[in-house]
């Protein structure tokens, strides 16, 4: 009888084990930073169409779908830092864009980087950096490359600021002169920054 007891517990534990889901949201940067996502969230992740972006030309980001339960939509899409979706890692747009989407993370490290939605609005363009106090709101276009620094910010991602970043390694800022890279040259820029983040491990 201990025997057929024990074993009926063991088997509750072990199905209470599995049946518990494996946290996949960010709840804020800190969460990112020790890639530990600390919540549960039942939802699906969809990429935009052609047919479904914020303007011609713009980025074919991700948004959430099937929030289960359907009162948590706003919670998911408004205020969590990232979600985790495989061995992806999506940040929440709305924060530092004011517009709804989820945009892959494409290099982790010291700067970790991705490419966005341009933020639209003063307040969030000041914060990102596209404009400096006491500049007029800019019209943006289609896709901004973004840095998110150590203390959790996110910048737009320029030369200008690139070379900032990596003051101290002489090697990269020549590399960025010679390049003569502008704005546009994103994934030139992306290489840069992961170049950097290897003399930081």
Same mark, same amino acid.
């Given at each position: 009888?201990?025997?057929?007891?024990?074993?009926?517990?063991?088997?509750?534990?072990?199905?209470?084990?599995?049946?518990?889901?494996?946290?996949?949201?960010?709840?804020?940067?800190?969460?990112?930073?020790?890639?530990?996502?600390?919540?549960?969230?039942?939802?699906?992740?969809?990429?935009?169409?052609?047919?479904?972006? @914020?303007?011609?030309?713009?980025?074919?980001?991700? !948004? #959430? %779908?099937?929030?289960? +339960?359907?009162? =948590?939509?706003?919670?998911? &899409?408004?205020?969590?830092?990232?979600?985790?979706?495989?061995?992806?890692?999506?940040?929440?747009?709305?924060?530092?864009?004011?517009?709804?989407?989820?945009?892959?993370?494409?290099?982790?490290?010291?700067?970790?980087?991705?490419?966005?939605?341009?933020?639209? @609005?003063?307040?969030?363009?000041?914060?990102?950096? !596209? #404009? %400096?106090?006491?500049? +007029?709101?800019? =019209?943006?276009?289609?896709? &901004?490359?973004?840095?998110?620094?150590?203390?959790?910010?996110?910048?737009?991602?320029?030369?200008?600021?690139?070379?900032?970043?990596?003051?101290?390694?002489?090697?990269?800022?020549?590399?960025?002169?010679?390049?003569?890279?502008?704005?546009?040259?994103?994934?030139?820029?992306?290489?840069?920054?992961?170049?950097?983040?290897?003399?930081?491990?």
């Amino acid at each position: 009888m201990k025997k057929i007891t024990f074993m009926i517990l063991m088997t509750l534990i072990v199905i209470k084990s599995y049946g518990q889901e494996r946290a996949n949201v960010f709840m804020n940067f800190s969460d990112f930073k020790s890639n530990a996502p600390s919540k549960y969230f039942d939802f699906q992740i969809k990429q935009r169409t052609q047919g479904n972006v @914020f303007m011609t030309g713009g980025i074919t980001n991700h !948004i #959430i %779908k099937k929030v289960n +339960p359907s009162t =948590e939509t706003d919670n998911l &899409t408004k205020n969590v830092w990232g979600v985790l979706v495989g061995d992806s890692i999506y940040i929440n747009s709305y924060p530092y864009s004011k517009l709804l989407g989820f945009n892959k993370i494409i290099g982790i490290g010291f700067y970790s980087y991705f490419i966005g939605e341009p933020a639209r @609005f003063k307040e969030e363009q000041l914060k990102v950096g !596209i #404009i %400096k106090e006491g500049e +007029p709101q800019k =019209e943006v276009c289609c896709r &901004t490359s973004y840095v998110i620094l150590p203390d959790g910010s996110i910048k737009w991602l320029n030369p200008k600021l690139l070379k900032t970043l990596i003051s101290d390694n002489l090697e990269l800022i020549k590399e960025i002169e010679l390049k003569k890279l502008t704005p546009d040259n994103v994934y030139e820029m992306f290489d840069i920054l992961n170049k950097y983040n290897q003399t930081k491990k």
